[in-house]
């Protein structure tokens, strides 16, 4: 009787994996059509102009001016996860520390410049950084320079439009996995003799290792891939290479080269992210500390 029960068990759960999970295929449907298929186009301009060619990809990897904007691209998205990972490490630490109450007001501005766009929030700081903007009419009145300086067109104010935009999402990965350490820890760590110093490089920083891993993970390859920020506030020498397919697309029209860099960079996101994936458990990245 029991043995046939636990058959009948079986056969359920079986016939529960056979059937198909009709739920999810407003999902799958949604996906295919809105990036599968738009990724899928994409792989096929990059090979075909009317005839099978690779053209795309032998002028990326011909000429050196392009390699030299996949290198800067790079270098941006590595400074700017830096930046903000030196900026959202204390922030997070102290709003883990602060009343409940005041941490739920400060984390509510935090996430506030997620309620505007991201061109208005970087047309923000094209009057902020101008030549006549809040920065150079401080300087100026303080006696820092002499004449107005030009922030614009450079690496400093790249960096500071990509730090604002990304900085909520270091913040909110970092606050999510330091708010589950238990606080005893330290305490334990103290009682035995620890200072506080080596309490919190000890036992603190390694079970936020989670939340770096995944803001950092998140902020680079956000930062490798913005469009918007480094147009408007860098010059001709802070060009990246999602900017030069914008360039292929608009004015040169040369959709094949555009193709192949998009492709390009998806590759080289991917080969990033299996390569993260063999130093860090990408499954348990989200999970916190445990």
């Not at 009682?191 to 080596?198: R, W």
Request: charged residues 10%.
């Amino acid at each position: 009787m029991v043995n046939a029960q636990r058959v009948d068990n079986v056969t359920a759960v079986l016939r529960h994996r056979r059937r198909f999970p009709w739920l999810i295929t407003p999902t799958v449907v949604f996906y295919l059509i809105f990036f599968g298929f738009p990724l899928a186009q994409m792989i096929w301009q990059s090979v075909w102009s009317g005839k099978f060619s690779l053209d795309g990809y032998l002028t990326f990897f011909s000429e050196p001016a392009y390699w030299w904007m996949l290198g800067y691209t790079l270098l941006l998205g590595i400074g700017t996860m830096l930046v903000v990972l030196a900026i959202a490490y204390p922030v997070s630490f102290w709003l883990i520390t602060v009343d409940r109450r005041l941490a739920v007001v400060l984390m509510g501005l935090v996430l506030i410049p997620f309620w505007s766009s991201g061109l208005v929030r970087t047309y923000a700081w094209i009057v902020i950084l101008g030549r006549e903007g809040i920065v150079n009419t401080l300087f100026l009145q303080w006696g820092l320079i002499k004449a107005p300086f030009p922030f614009l067109g450079t690496n400093f104010a790249v960096v500071t439009g990509l730090v604002y935009y990304l900085l909520p999402y270091m913040i909110l990965s970092l606050y999510s996995v330091m708010n589950n350490i238990d606080r005893n820890l330290m305490l334990a760590a103290r009682s035995l003799g620890a200072s506080p110093l080596s309490a919190f490089c000890r036992i603190f920083l390694p079970l936020t290792q989670p939340g770096i891993f995944t803001g950092c993970f998140l902020v680079f390859m956000l930062a490798i891939g913005m469009y918007i920020t480094p147009a408007l506030l860098g010059g001709p020498h802070q060009t990246t290479l999602p900017s030069m397919i914008a360039l292929q697309i608009d004015e040169a029209l040369d959709w094949s080269l555009a193709a192949a860099m998009s492709v390009i960079l998806l590759v080289l996101t991917l080969a990033l992210q299996l390569l993260a994936g063999r130093f860090v458990n990408l499954d348990t990245m989200w999970g916190g500390a445990k």
